[in-house]
């Protein structure tokens, strides 16, 4: 089954991000993963909408907006106005999924849910249908390079289930910690969008050959 990766640019060379995203793009990758965190939700700062400002002007490819931060509905528009195609926010910090989702979509912009290892799927089970994609977290968002949580992979398998019974054919994404040794299991689960930073940034193999092999594992 073919998937989709999307390098999380959080492991990239700042100082070099395009030249990293265009080494990405000769290996026709097309969605790139921004991690947005505020020191709130998660501890760590990370890239706030300038920096998506400034990517989208350089590359045509799908901006992947992962909101890792308190109060997401105060952001969204920043973020959708810099250029993100897919905005993704947790439910562990909201109590109103369904006003984020409309306003993500009313800025045309795609909406995504993603929920913490320790979050039971049962608590985004009622916007199943809203969404475009669902991102179940496999490590405490908060850093690259983390270890990877297989206790996450019953929650794909039921997410895959769920959807047989719905008319949104939702996609369903995984991040953290996928790597060459757990890229197949998570494809085996049902995961269809594989976000990897480390991975495909950080490995001795460079750029180009860790997303050749990422893909070779995956088959
Ligand atoms: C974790 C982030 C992930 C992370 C992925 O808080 O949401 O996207 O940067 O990095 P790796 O692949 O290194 O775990
Ligand atoms: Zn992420």
């Given at each position: 089954?073919?998937?989709?990766?999307?390098?999380?640019i959080?492991?990239?060379?700042?100082?070099?991000?395009?030249?990293?995203?265009?080494?990405?793009?000769?290996?026709?990758?097309?969605?790139?993963?921004?991690?947005?965190m505020?020191?709130?939700?998660?501890?760590?700062?990370?890239?706030?909408?300038?920096?998506?400002?400034?990517?989208?002007?350089?590359?045509?490819?799908?901006?992947?907006?992962?909101?890792?931060?308190?109060?997401?509905?105060?952001?969204?528009?920043?973020?959708?106005?810099?250029?993100?195609?897919?905005?993704?926010?947790?439910?562990?910090?909201?109590?109103?999924?369904?006003?984020?989702?409309?306003?993500?979509?009313?800025?045309?912009?795609?909406?995504?849910?993603?929920?913490?290892?320790?979050?039971?799927?049962?608590?985004?089970k009622?916007?199943?249908?809203?969404?475009?994609?669902?991102?179940?977290?496999?490590?405490?968002?908060?850093?690259?390079?983390?270890?990877?949580?297989?206790?996450?992979?019953?929650?794909?398998?039921?997410?895959?289930e769920?959807?047989?019974?719905?008319?949104?054919?939702?996609?369903?994404?995984?991040?953290g910690?996928?790597?060459?040794d757990?890229?197949?299991?998570?494809?085996?689960?049902?995961?269809?969008?594989?976000?990897?930073?480390?991975?495909?940034?950080?490995?001795?193999l460079?750029?180009?050959?860790?997303?050749?092999?990422?893909?070779?594992?995956?088959?």
């Open positions: 089954m073919s998937i989709e990766i999307s390098p999380s959080l492991s990239a060379d700042f100082s070099n991000l395009i030249s990293d995203i265009s080494e990405c793009e000769k290996e026709n990758i097309g969605i790139f993963h921004i991690d947005v505020d020191g709130h939700f998660v501890p760590n700062i990370t890239i706030g909408s300038v920096v998506v400002e400034s990517i989208r002007k350089k590359t045509k490819s799908i901006l992947d907006t992962h909101l890792m931060i308190e109060n997401p509905e105060r952001y969204v528009e920043a973020f959708a106005k810099a250029g993100s195609d897919w905005i993704t926010f947790h439910i562990e910090t909201t109590n109103s999924p369904l006003g984020i989702i409309k306003k993500i979509k009313d800025l045309n912009v795609k909406a995504g849910i993603s929920l913490n290892p320790g979050t039971p799927i049962e608590k985004i009622p916007y199943l249908e809203d969404v475009f994609m669902v991102m179940v977290m496999s490590v405490n968002p908060g850093f690259g390079g983390q270890k990877f949580m297989p206790t996450v992979l019953s929650k794909v398998s039921r997410l895959k769920c959807r047989g019974k719905l008319k949104n054919k939702f996609k369903i994404g995984i991040d910690g996928i790597n060459f757990t890229i197949s299991e998570v494809v085996k689960a049902g995961a269809e969008l594989v976000v990897a930073g480390s991975a495909v940034f950080k490995t001795e460079g750029i180009r050959k860790s997303i050749e092999k990422l893909r070779e594992l995956s088959k």
